[in-house]
């Protein structure tokens, strides 16, 4: 069994309000959670009006299925929000 953790460290340019920001995460949050089934929340930044820090995880009985997984959130957010930029992200295994 594998457990996997995936940092995500987002830029939101057009924020210009902790509301605005927040719509946005949540929007990101609702879509990853239900599309990949992996359990996601915001860790860091949160008074910060363009900066958010995800956290997402998830649970497998393979390390490559998980790495492939959090790859492919990776890239949804790249493709599918382009009002958010994606600054860096971080995948380990435990």
């Known amino acids: ?52 820090c995800l956290g997402v995880v998830c649970i497998s009985y393979e390390a490559d299925r998980l790495h492939q997984q959090f790859e492919s959130v990776v890239h949804w957010v790249e493709q599918n929000r382009p009002d958010v930029e994606l600054v860096d992200y971080r995948i380990e295994m435990l």
């Open 1 to 52: 069994m594998a457990i996997g953790y995936c940092q995500i460290d987002l830029h939101i340019p057009f924020s210009h309000s902790l509301k605005e920001k927040r719509s946005v995460i949540r929007s990101i949050v609702a879509r990853i959670s239900q599309q990949f089934n992996v359990s996601i929340a915001e860790l860091d930044h949160q008074d910060a009006w363009q900066a958010a």
